[in-house]
């Protein structure tokens, strides 16, 4: 008896074939998935640093928040506490605070140090001068805190209420209230309990 040779027929390879490249695809598809979500991911938890980075230095104002006038002209001179509310979300704050490092006085300048916050194009930006009086024609330091913002809105909170206006020239209210809107169609809402309080 002649024996036969044992093998594939064409049939069977076309359908191997076709199963090979269907789970090829499916791998493949697998993984620019996992690649998109890791991209994503990467993203997402770039810019929730920048926003936790910008609160962190809006607390840390805010928790030495000092009711000292200031002396001088300009926008960043006058009360303990400027604050103005723009049309829409497009308030701003500006404020004095104590704490700003100067070890052993090496610094010709103080520890206190007038900040104001606000929003320009798209940006929370951080404004800061070297002293608490603001010599006239004096510029301030410019620090861009975070992008795609779209609104910011302050609030006040003094004997029991929330207000959107603050006009108190010789104090500060007992907490603050600050919502960003991001560019991605969220708000974030902070709020800070001040020392006078």
Do not use: C
Not at 134 to 161: A, C, F, I, K, M
Not at 178 to 193: D, M, Q, S, Y
């Amino acid at each position: 008896m002649k024996r036969r040779s044992a093998g594939f027929t064409l049939l069977e390879m076309l359908l191997a074939l076709a199963v090979f490249a269907l789970l090829s695809l499916m791998a493949n598809r697998l993984l620019l998935q996992s690649l998109k979500l890791e991209q994503f991911s990467v993203r997402h938890s770039q810019r929730l640093a920048q926003i936790q980075h910008a609160f962190v230095l809006l607390e840390r104002d805010a928790f030495a928040m000092l009711p000292r006038p200031v002396r001088g002209s300009g926008s960043f001179s006058g009360a303990p506490l400027l604050a103005t509310e723009g049309r829409g979300d497009n308030d701003s704050l500006v404020f004095t605070h104590g704490g700003w490092p100067n070890p052993g006085d090496w610094l010709p300048r103080s520890v206190l140090q007038r900040v104001g916050y606000r929003l320009s194009a798209g940006y929370l930006i951080r404004e800061y001068f070297d002293y608490p009086d603001v010599p006239e024609g004096t510029q301030p330091h410019r620090q861009r805190l975070l992008t795609g913002v779209s609104g910011l809105r302050v609030r006040y909170w003094q004997q029991g209420n929330w207000s959107r206006q603050w006009q108190d020239n010789k104090g500060l209210p007992e907490a603050i209230e600050v919502a960003l809107k991001l560019a991605e169609g969220g708000t974030i809402v902070r709020r800070f309990l001040l020392p006078e309080a």
